[in-house]
């Protein structure tokens, strides 16, 4: 036991009481083999190691070399030594629980599932002999327990921490704080450009990497001392935990400030007459859509942080370069691949880097590649189905172009989460086409697939020629105007925002009731007592290790969120913003409300949910006509659970990179207000019930369906599990809001991809997978990124 000489057993939250034991076979309704408490573990043999190392992602050369523990990776070493701890009753009482916890985790992989549903029943049921299922009990519940049930999680992470690695670093300040200021103004000055160039975490870590080693060699040992801990400007090599803190710093500069659209709308007369406008009202402006999202993460925290099953799929490709760039790793042989993570990186970057010349400059045809249309180029009908600029984009064979393959992050998200989407978009895609070719409510006029609004004459809307000099509507000039008029693509997206608000909502609460329960006893007992961990009852091994840091309290969220709230107040108060107060309070109540399930929903599927469009609908109805308030409430309604869950999900990157709570605290506060003064520097109106109730009724029985639709399909995952397992409603809806001004060939080549990554490989060649997917996804989208 060597190795366990300098780390911490980890434990586990699955209990091995005789009184858990009955109640997990009551609730799984199955028979479980029983073992006595006393029986013993036996030694695991020599293939046995050779599995435990291959589940672990990894390889052996040579035999002898099973012999000597100290000669596996680090991360090998550890779970065979953890898993040659188990006995095979404790084995079975952990496979128990994750039976029963893991049963509609469609993450969770189906195929380790159902074997572990034969192990619980014992040796017969497996069809092994009692050795190897005592081995392979041990196996499945030490992978688990001591590292992650989720392969991909293993394959980004390590089952220990080393607490002496340097993190809150100067250098890692600095560079974190300089590529915040640069990424601010890139991600801002291309937020407009269809498909959107970011400036990634990905791109970023290729940029800190050299920066970090520079700086490592060049800067001297100089330093002062506070309490204690000596802070040096060079503290020796550059680690991969300031590569990683730095980029979480980067991190908030990913997403364009939303706010800054009613800044540029209220600076150009062609918008808004808010001539009075100035640089205090726009700081204050910024300043509390910002940081509201950040009060909101002491509630969310425990939801989608210290949850195991919230997976956070968008955050692998950032960890697996991370780990490419700086983790030390032994060569190994990997289905027949020798690479290291970093020369696959390097070799697959340097191939789409040259690769995406072609069709991103050389031949742009190829990224648009609507080679169906031209066949008879004169064809109205085929280019409204086929055509990719202003059709539909139905064409088996759409692109060549990685940023638009990749736009649903097709080596990222789950394949099930992928594929959900694509029915749900596919659906749309007849949807589309009927309303366009019954002309309903006169769509055949407009184009059929664009998010401008119309009038009319089929003139783009413009809404500066009904507003007075307060942005209020003037009823007569509107009369005398036009109704403003969708096209057949808008509407469905409106139709299926209006449906997923509620249905996301109520499945969600449904679905998840056992997360949300234990997170809300949570916060109530932090409330009560404001000493106690944060972490309590959160006893998976990675939450564990994150309890050696300090934790951030509560209410230091609550006290920035108390402060952005005035701020808010100050901004409608002290300039002519035609806001009342009131609607800063319903719209930080709305965002409180959809909080977890919005989060629930982007942890474990990828896809995201915004606030935007409920927003505008009810601020619509209760402020009808009034341009500003509706500009500035849609701006906070969007961006609190937005910039919520940017910072949650940073800080589950930080807890599977094992940062110190109170350091990404302190980075993502000063790097949010660095963003918010650089986006400085770069840069609702006729109201719902007038379209809704009038021209288009039809939309607010999305609502009543979305709610309804609820109850059969939580009725056929609760009594159909295994059947509907990978069936997620919540995404075939969001799916239908991929239209207009995107259409189907955004999402079609993904999912071949997807399948072929996500679901083939990562079923028939696990290791592989493990190794080089996240990889490729982070090489792939640097080069297009400096490319582009």
Request: proline share 5%.
């Amino acid at each position: 036991m060597g190795f366990l000489a300098n780390l911490t057993k980890s434990s586990t939250n699955y209990s091995t009481t005789s009184e858990s034991n009955n109640e997990v076979k009551e609730a799984i309704g199955i028979e479980t083999y029983e073992l006595s408490e006393g029986a013993v573990s036996k030694d695991v043999n020599l293939r046995h190691r050779e599995i435990i190392l291959t589940r672990c992602g990894h390889t052996v050369e040579n035999d002898s070399d099973l012999l000597e523990i100290s000669k596996f990776p680090r991360d090998v070493s550890y779970m065979v030594e953890m898993i040659e701890g188990l006995t095979p009753f404790e084995a079975v009482e952990h496979l128990k629980k994750l039976h029963d916890h893991h049963e509609d985790d469609a993450n969770f992989p189906a195929q380790t599932y159902d074997r572990i549903e034969l192990l619980i029943q014992g040796p017969e049921a497996a069809e092994v002999s009692q050795d190897e299922w005592e081995f392979e009990c041990k196996l499945e519940a030490g992978l688990a327990v001591f590292h992650s049930p989720y392969p991909e999680v293993r394959a980004v992470t390590d089952p220990f921490d080393d607490t002496e690695i340097p993190v809150e670093t100067i250098r890692a300040y600095f560079l974190g704080f300089f590529w915040t200021i640069i990424g601010t103004g890139v991600n801002e000055f291309f937020m407009h450009r269809k498909p959107q160039i970011t400036l990634s975490s990905s791109m970023i870590q290729l940029l800190l990497f050299p920066c970090g080693k520079f700086l490592a060699k060049v800067l001297p040992d100089w330093g002062f001392t506070i309490r204690g801990t000596r802070h040096s400007l060079n503290p020796g090599p550059w680690s991969y935990k300031e590569q990683m803190f730095s980029t979480i710093i980067f991190n908030v500069a990913i997403s364009y400030t939303y706010v800054s659209l009613n800044i540029f709308m209220q600076k150009l007369d062609h918008y808004l007459p808010t001539k009075w406008i100035d640089f205090g009202y726009q700081v204050l402006l910024m300043l509390s859509s910002q940081y509201m999202g950040f009060g909101l993460v002491a509630i969310a925290r425990r939801f989608a942080i210290y949850e195991p099953r919230c997976i956070w799929p968008t955050l692998m490709p950032t960890l697996a370069l991370n780990r490419a760039l700086l983790k030390p790793e032994k060569k190994e042989i990997i289905n027949g691949w020798k690479l290291t993570k970093y020369q696959f990186f390097s070799i697959c970057f340097s191939i789409m880097f040259v690769y995406n010349w072609i069709p991103a400059y050389l031949f742009e045809g190829l990224s648009t590649f609507s080679w169906i249309t031209w066949i008879k180029p004169e064809n109205f009908n085929l280019a409204t189905v086929c055509g990719l600029q202003y059709g539909l984009g139905f064409n088996p064979i759409v692109t060549f172009d990685w940023n638009i393959i990749d736009y649903n992050y097709s080596l990222t998200i789950p394949f099930f989460s992928q594929m959900n989407q694509w029915i749900g978009t596919f659906i749309g895609f007849f949807v589309i086409l009927g309303l366009f070719y019954k002309n309903y409510k006169w769509t055949a006029f407009l184009p059929i697939n664009d998010n401008k609004i119309y009038t009319n004459t089929g003139e783009v809307f413009e809404a500066t020629k009904l507003l007075d000099e307060s942005s209020h509507l003037i009823e007569s000039e509107y009369q005398k105007y036009s109704p403003p008029f969708y096209t057949a693509g808008n509407l469905l997206v409106y139709g299926a925002f209006f449906a997923l608000y509620p249905f996301g909502f109520l499945y969600t609460m449904v679905q998840e009731w056992k997360t949300i329960r234990m997170g809300m006893k949570k916060i109530f007992s932090n409330l009560k007592n404001w000493k106690q961990s944060t972490y309590e009852g959160y006893d998976d091994c990675h939450s564990k290790m994150m309890r050696k840091y300090k934790e951030v309290p509560d209410y230091y969220y609550y006290i920035i969120l108390v402060v952005s709230v005035v701020l808010a107040i100050l901004c409608i108060k002290l300039y002519p913003a035609q806001t009342p107060v009131w609607g800063i309070f319903f719209i930080l109540g709305i965002n409180l409300i959809f909080l977890v399930p919005i989060c629930l929903i982007f942890s474990t599927t990828g896809f995201a949910l915004t606030m935007n469009v409920l927003v505008e609908l009810i601020i619509g109805y209760a402020l009808p006509g009034n341009a500003l308030a509706m500009n500035t409430l849609k701006s906070l309604g969007r961006n609190i659970d937005s910039q919520a869950e940017t910072y949650i999900g940073d800080q589950k990157l930080a807890h599977y990179a094992k940062i110190p709570p109170m350091a990404i605290f302190r980075g993502q506060m000063i790097s949010t207000l660095i963003q918010c003064f650089v986006s400085l520097v770069f840069w609702g109106i006729i109201g719902p019930k007038r379209v809704f109730n009038g021209l288009y009724p039809v939309l607010q029985y999305t609502f009543l369906i979305g709610a309804l639709a609820v109850i059969p399909c939580v009725l056929v995952k609760r009594y159909f599990p295994k059947k509907f397992r990978f069936f997620a409603p919540t995404l075939i809806i969001g799916g239908m809001q991929q239209w207009a001004p995107y259409n189907l060939s955004y999402v079609t080549t993904g999912l071949y991809l997807s399948f072929i990554f996500m679901h083939y490989i990562r079923n028939r060649y696990p290791a592989w997978w493990e190794k080089y997917n996240y990889v490729l996804a982070a090489a792939f989208s640097s080069a297009v990124a400096f490319l582009l």
